[in-house]
């Protein structure tokens, strides 16, 4: 695989800054990040079977990201087979190892706003392609939902397309994404990680963003190589936090019904 570097890493402020961004935006409270991962097209590596060739049916290495509200990239992976499912490659990432084992500097559990109940562990969210942990809150599955499950399925979905928007600002952007990237895969992974300082900085210093998203962290990037763990009881007793919380008095946002109600 590629090699990647690292900058600084983020400090507990920088991670509250960022819950504050979600929380405004929306309505997310203790969320830290978006994650998702994004194949990005390739030359073949030479001796490489099939380990680059992806389900699209191309080969690609996959660009591995958590993103603030305001779009901007905050910790990335580049360089995992374009083979290899996003969980497993979460979970082996340098990213997932220093979550799983509370290296990030995040900041401790705080209580939901207006809640009376028991401090809840900042997170972060992602699609059911990951795997549920208590810091990573995946949605229920689709089958056999209610009206709490759909609840906390929409107040996730409106979190998590912030890092979609975010790769798709960056393939729009940066037009190398729009076809295969022709070199070897060491310069092809500094030309990702090139582009996703560019992004930020663009986000950062663009006049058209709004001065609103002040709030959010302007923290360099931080870049590390992509290894698998078994969520355990402890994710879904959080995720039962949050969806409980959704469904309080304190919690509920007002169009939350309605707009569940296509989706059932």
């Given amino acids: 695989m590629a090699a990647t570097q690292r900058s600084s890493d983020a400090h507990p402020q920088d991670w509250l800054q960022i819950a504050e961004g979600f929380y405004q935006s929306a309505q997310f409270p203790n969320c830290i990040g978006a994650l998702d991962g994004k194949h990005i ?29 305001n779009c901007r990239f905050v910790i990335v992976d580049i360089g995992a087979y374009g083979s290899t499912s996003d969980s497993r490659i979460f979970s082996a990432s340098r990213m997932g190892e220093r979550l ?51 609840i906390f399925n929409y107040r996730l979905t409106r979190v998590r397309r912030y890092v979609e928007c975010a790769f798709g600002i960056l393939s729009t952007k940066w037009r190398v994404f729009m076809s295969s990237i022709q070199i070897n895969l060491d310069n092809a992974t500094l030309v990702i990680q090139a582009c996703v300082l560019l992004h930020n900085f663009i986000r950062i210093h663009d006049a058209s963003v709004d001065a609103d998203n002040d709030h959010n962290m302007a923290t360099p990037v931080i870049f590390y190589l992509s290894r ?28 939350q019904m309605e707009a569940i109600r296509g989706s059932r």
């Fill in 228 to 255: 698998m763990r078994r969520p355990g009881s402890a994710g879904l007793a959080v995720r039962e936090v949050y969806a409980d919380y959704f469904c309080s008095p304190e919690g509920a946002l007002p169009w």
């Fill in 100 to 150: 799983c084992e509370n290296q990030l500097a995040l900041p401790e559990p705080r209580r939901l706003p207006g809640s009376a109940g028991p401090p809840a562990p900042f997170v972060i969210v992602a699609d059911e392609g990951f795997a549920l942990s208590p810091y990573l809150m995946q949605p229920f599955p689709r089958r056999d939902l209610d009206d709490r499950k759909c």
């Fill in 41 to 69: 097209r390739v030359k073949k590596p030479p001796h490489s079977g099939s380990w680059y060739f992806n389900y699209k049916q191309y080969f690609s290495v996959v660009l591995m990201a958590l993103a603030d509200s």
